[in-house]
C-alpha cells in the first residue's frame, strides 16, 4: 500500500524532471561527481551541420530499400500484397529445416519476409500499414498480421 512519504518522493522527482529534445542533443559521458550533484548523462549541444563528418552524412544515405511488400503496402493494393505472402508462404512451405538449400533454391525464394525493414526509418511493412491513410489500410494490416505469420 502506499505511503505518504513514497508518495511525496515520487511526485518531487517527477516534478523535478526536465524535457530534453534529443534530437539536438548529443549525450557524451556520465556525470559521476559527489553526494550533492545530481548523477546522469551529461548532454552537450550538438555541433552546427558545418561540422558534420562525411561519415554521418554517408550513413544517412545506406537507408535499406523497400521490398515489394513495402510498395504493395503503400500503393495500397491488397491483391499484390497477398500474392506477395503467398509467395512467401510457399517459398517457407517448400524449404525444410533438414534440407541444405542449393544454389537454385536461393536464387529463386525472395529476399524479403514480412519482419525486413526498409525506408529511412527503418520500418517493416506493417508499420507501413498502420501508418496508412489508404482505404485499404485496415485490410492491409489484417493480410499482414494473419497470413505473414
Same mark, same amino acid.
Given at each position: 500500500?502506499?505511503? =505518504?512519504?513514497?508518495?511525496?518522493?515520487?511526485?518531487?522527482?517527477?516534478?523535478?524532471?526536465?524535457?530534453?529534445?534529443?534530437? !539536438?542533443?548529443?549525450?557524451?559521458?556520465?556525470?559521476?561527481?559527489?553526494?550533492?550533484?545530481?548523477?546522469?548523462?551529461?548532454?552537450?549541444? #550538438?555541433?552546427? #551541420?558545418? !561540422?558534420?563528418?562525411?561519415?554521418?552524412?554517408?550513413? #544517412?544515405?545506406?537507408?535499406?530499400?523497400?521490398?515489394?511488400?513495402?510498395?504493395?503496402?503503400?500503393?495500397?493494393?491488397? !491483391? #499484390? =500484397?497477398?500474392? =506477395?505472402?503467398?509467395?512467401?508462404?510457399?517459398?517457407?512451405?517448400?524449404?525444410?529445416?533438414?534440407?541444405?538449400?542449393?544454389?537454385?533454391?536461393?536464387?529463386?525464394?525472395?529476399?524479403?519476409?514480412?519482419?525486413?525493414?526498409?525506408?529511412?526509418?527503418?520500418?517493416?511493412?506493417?508499420?507501413?500499414? !498502420?501508418?496508412?491513410?489508404?482505404?485499404?489500410?485496415?485490410?492491409? =494490416?489484417?493480410?499482414?498480421?494473419?497470413?505473414?505469420?
Amino acid at each position: 500500500r502506499p505511503i =505518504l512519504e513514497g508518495a511525496t518522493i515520487a511526485l518531487e522527482c517527477l516534478l523535478s524532471c526536465g524535457i530534453v529534445n534529443v534530437d !539536438s542533443l548529443r549525450v557524451s559521458t556520465v556525470v559521476d561527481g559527489g553526494d550533492d550533484d545530481i548523477k546522469g548523462p551529461a548532454v552537450e549541444e #550538438k555541433k552546427s #551541420k558545418e !561540422s558534420d563528418t562525411p561519415e554521418e552524412s554517408e550513413e #544517412k544515405d545506406d537507408d535499406p530499400p523497400l521490398t515489394p511488400l513495402h510498395e504493395a503496402v503503400i500503393e495500397g493494393d491488397l !491483391s #499484390k =500484397l497477398m500474392e =506477395l505472402l503467398t509467395i512467401l508462404e510457399e517459398v517457407e512451405e517448400n524449404t525444410n529445416v533438414d534440407d541444405v538449400a542449393t544454389a537454385e533454391e536461393n536464387a529463386e525464394s525472395p529476399s524479403y519476409d514480412v519482419n525486413t525493414q526498409g525506408g529511412p526509418d527503418h520500418q517493416t511493412p506493417l508499420h507501413f500499414a !498502420s501508418a496508412s491513410n489508404h482505404q485499404n489500410a485496415p485490410s492491409l =494490416l489484417n493480410a499482414l498480421l494473419i497470413n505473414g505469420h
